[in-house]
């Protein structure tokens, strides 16, 4: 697993949300490869909550409605674009009506 590193106090969460990616690392195969593989899961979600997942630059790459009261929510790594995702650490933040979540997730694709 990855977390987020505390580099001062006031950065300690203090979040009740406990969501995971899973698996982190996700390390995928070739681009070339069939597609139905290249799925993570967000797990331990709220029942209702918005999942935003920006790269390190910041910019959003997709952002996600769970709304079916379930506490998982499966995403197939196309970006908001259609487009797949590269190599990379991604941050995702969880938000629920009231409190909100930031974790880091790392993708690694073979060539």
Partial sequence: ??????????????????????PNPYVGASLMEARYEDKI?????PPTCVISIYSMTGDLIKKIEHTDGT????WDMVSR???DIVSG?????VEDESDKFIGKFIVLRGE
Avoid: G, H, M, R
Avoid at 41 to 45: C, E, T, V
């Fill in 89 to 93: 650490v991604y941050i995702f933040v």
């Fill in 41 to 45: 899961a967000f797990i331990n979600l």
């Fill in 71 to 74: 506490d998982i929510e499966l």
């Fill in 1 to 22: 697993p990855v977390y987020p590193k505390v580099i001062y106090d006031s950065d300690v969460q203090l979040s009740k949300l406990n969501p995971k990616v899973v």
């Fill in 81 to 83: 674009n259609t487009q």
